[in-house]
């Protein structure tokens, strides 16, 4: 585009870049997938306003000395003594305070469940969900969020392109004829990134309680690599395993390792 944004120079410039072979366009999502974008974006949204309401809640109960376990059994712990008006170590508007966070906390826990049930309902009713939750380290969850984010999996060339798109590829610095890779470039979607990561960690999780004997190449990698390092190769692997399935119409095969 030219200098100084107007509708002409919009128009130019949009009417530049359709010309252009190597030029590339968002395909347009479906009703129901936008939809089912904005129940995990709400869902998503209410989790962050769930852990926002924990800290405040342990942050104001420490200041009086009141402290609990990390963990939801704690967070049970604390609100029990916000509902005992025999404890005396909470002043009554402390404790009116508190209450009210606490009557948040339900109420956020409860809309989370509900949108829970709706995406396992919008899982169960979708073919291509219902086919990537055989992958390794893909629930509900991550299924129902890329059968609503990717309109057109052959939009992709390759499983590579389309793990650059999530952000699971190293990042380049690479100038004159010299490959300088670097960390993960973090660009595309975070939302899918992040499920992927951590997919992959449950799979890293499960497979050091029962052994890594029967996934090998996640056994070698482990040996000479941390586990978030592995784990960032083993979501990149699970996305182009997702867009395999989504671009070929195909379901997931277990690898000869695992079936032997």
Same mark, same amino acid.
């Given at each position: 585009m030219k200098r100084q944004k107007n509708d002409a120079t919009d128009a130019e410039a949009i009417c530049e870049a359709v010309t252009r072979p190597n030029m590339r366009f968002v395909p347009t999502k479906t009703v129901e997938q936008q939809s089912c974008l904005m129940l995990h974006r709400a869902r998503h949204l209410f989790i962050r306003q769930q852990t926002a309401v924990i800290n405040s809640i @342990?942050?104001?109960?420490?200041?009086?000395?009141i402290v609990a376990p990390v963990g @939801? @059994?704690? %967070?049970? &712990? #604390?609100?029990e003594v916000v509902a005992d008006p025999a404890d005396r170590r909470l002043p009554e508007v402390a404790r009116t305070c508190l209450a009210a966070l606490g009557s948040q906390l339900r109420a956020l826990k409860a809309q989370i469940l509900a949108f829970d049930r709706r995406i396992i309902a919008w899982h169960r009713s979708r073919a291509t969900s219902k086919r990537l939750d055989a992958i390794p380290g893909v629930g509900p969850a991550l299924a129902t969020a890329l059968v609503a984010s990717v309109a057109d999996p052959r939009a992709f060339r390759s499983g590579r392109d389309f793990s650059a798109w999530v952000g699971l590829v190293p990042k380049q610095n690479s100038s004159g004829g010299k490959d300088r890779l670097g960390r993960i470039? $973090? &660009?595309g979607d975070r939302y899918l990134r992040s499920l992927f990561?951590?997919?992959a960690l449950a799979v890293i999780r499960y497979a050091k309680i029962h052994g890594t004997g029967h996934r090998p190449w996640l056994t070698r990698l482990l040996a000479r690599r941390p586990t $978030? %390092?592995?784990?960032?190769? #083993?979501?990149?692997k699970l996305a182009r395993m997702a867009w395999a399935m989504m671009a070929k119409n195909e379901r997931y095969k277990e690898p000869a390792a695992l079936t032997a």
């Amino acid at each position: 585009m030219k200098r100084q944004k107007n509708d002409a120079t919009d128009a130019e410039a949009i009417c530049e870049a359709v010309t252009r072979p190597n030029m590339r366009f968002v395909p347009t999502k479906t009703v129901e997938q936008q939809s089912c974008l904005m129940l995990h974006r709400a869902r998503h949204l209410f989790i962050r306003q769930q852990t926002a309401v924990i800290n405040s809640i @342990r942050a104001h109960l420490a200041e009086f000395g009141i402290v609990a376990p990390v963990g @939801r @059994r704690g %967070v049970e &712990q #604390l609100l029990e003594v916000v509902a005992d008006p025999a404890d005396r170590r909470l002043p009554e508007v402390a404790r009116t305070c508190l209450a009210a966070l606490g009557s948040q906390l339900r109420a956020l826990k409860a809309q989370i469940l509900a949108f829970d049930r709706r995406i396992i309902a919008w899982h169960r009713s979708r073919a291509t969900s219902k086919r990537l939750d055989a992958i390794p380290g893909v629930g509900p969850a991550l299924a129902t969020a890329l059968v609503a984010s990717v309109a057109d999996p052959r939009a992709f060339r390759s499983g590579r392109d389309f793990s650059a798109w999530v952000g699971l590829v190293p990042k380049q610095n690479s100038s004159g004829g010299k490959d300088r890779l670097g960390r993960i470039s $973090k &660009q595309g979607d975070r939302y899918l990134r992040s499920l992927f990561t951590a997919g992959a960690l449950a799979v890293i999780r499960y497979a050091k309680i029962h052994g890594t004997g029967h996934r090998p190449w996640l056994t070698r990698l482990l040996a000479r690599r941390p586990t $978030k %390092v592995a784990a960032i190769a #083993l979501a990149n692997k699970l996305a182009r395993m997702a867009w395999a399935m989504m671009a070929k119409n195909e379901r997931y095969k277990e690898p000869a390792a695992l079936t032997a």
